[in-house]
């Protein structure tokens, strides 16, 4: 097998301000890997928060180049090698893992959700991010989005309350909402306590991510549920979470791809979790691998590509909110840009 890769730079349709940072691009490195005439594709959106940006994604692409050997369907070995080469850098592994899938489907000429034994029916609704901004622009957002029916919402300000009341004022959307670890446990109690009357579904990372004690204490002093986002990276942290919150967050670009996410989700099922499924800011390609395993999670907040303008990519779609798998083979997503060939 053969890999090449390029950077293209996603450009969002408005910044995109979250507790801690605010973000215009997202520069994402676009993966192919090549064997007997098929193309499987991947991507990488790297998070400087858990240590990544472009050049470790070339990096470690370079040194996997030569580990992925000639049976795209070892996956678990070729999983082994790469870790035992690199640790962590989990938004390349990602990239690589997801272009091995696609390449799986493309051979065997079937859309991977059928080859994982799921219904594409069973694909829940997806959350449309609204970015912090000023109460006025929250309502501009909202009304602008209003054929999604779930808003996630940002959280983290000194605003958060006019923010929700004017967003409630033009939209009657499931509010779900994201502090990205703004709180101290008392603090996010007593908001969380002051928002609930605008019927919030649940609360996403009130606070820092080692603060596995602040995630109980809030569970146990709130009504509403309580999810783990940044506290949750791989599956080696749900059993030390498992009582402190109400359901996880799964990202690809956090655990390492399509088969650590798989894992993921078995191991949160027998702790009695609910799930939910998240992205970064990613195109169509990276979205539609991880709507892929969907039906299989409670929640999707599946919308990168619903935020940037120059999606280089086509996949899954969203009609009413609905993800809506496509049905070629393998991820079953177009390439809209060529990779220019890079790497051995």
Not at 111 to 116: A, F, T, V
Not at 122 to 130: D, E, G, I, R, V
Not at 238 to 248: K, N, Q, R, S, T
Request: glycine share 8%; with cysteine; hydrophobic share 45%.
């Amino acid at each position: 097998m053969k890999i090449s890769f390029k950077q293209i730079e996603l450009k969002l349709t408005t910044p995109f301000r979250i507790s801690r940072n605010v973000q215009l691009t997202s520069p994402n490195i676009f993966v192919q890997i090549s064997h007997i005439g098929h193309i499987g594709y991947g991507e990488a959106a790297p998070d400087e928060y858990y240590g990544e940006n472009p050049a470790t994604v070339a990096v470690c692409l370079e040194k996997f180049a030569p580990l992925l050997g000639d049976d795209p369907f070892a996956l678990e070995e070729i999983r082994a090698r790469l870790d035992e080469v690199i640790a962590l850098h989990p938004s390349a592994k990602a990239a690589v893992d997801m272009a091995l899938y696609d390449l799986i489907g493309k051979i065997t000429g079937m859309p991977l959700y059928k080859l994982l034994g799921l219904s594409a029916s069973l694909a829940p609704q997806t959350s449309f991010t609204l970015g912090i901004d000023s109460p006025e622009e929250m309502a501009q957002k909202a009304t602008l989005a209003r054929e999604y029916p779930i808003f996630k919402i940002k959280v983290g300000t000194d605003h958060d309350y006019e923010n929700l009341k004017a967003i409630r004022e033009v939209s009657q959307a499931t509010l779900r909402l994201d502090a990205n670890t703004a709180w101290t446990p008392k603090e996010a109690i007593r908001k969380i306590r002051q928002l609930e009357s605008f019927g919030i579904e649940f609360v996403e990372q009130p606070v820092p991510a080692q603060d596995l004690a602040g995630l109980k204490l809030i569970r146990q002093n709130v009504d509403v549920p309580i999810f783990a986002d940044e506290s949750c990276v791989t599956v080696k942290d749900i059993p030390l979470i498992a009582d402190c919150v109400d359901g996880i967050n799964i990202k690809l670009m956090k655990c390492g791809g399509l088969g650590k996410a798989l894992e993921m989700i078995h191991v949160a099922r027998a702790y009695n979790l609910q799930i939910m499924l998240g992205c970064m800011i990613e195109s169509s390609l990276a979205i539609t691998a991880a709507a892929q395993l969907s039906p299989l999670v409670d929640y999707a907040d599946l919308d990168g590509h619903l935020l940037i303008s120059n999606d280089p990519c086509r996949g899954a779609g969203v009609k009413d909110g609905k993800l809506i798998l496509p049905e070629g083979p393998g991820l079953g997503v177009e390439m809209l840009e060529a990779i220019e060939s890079r790497g051995e």
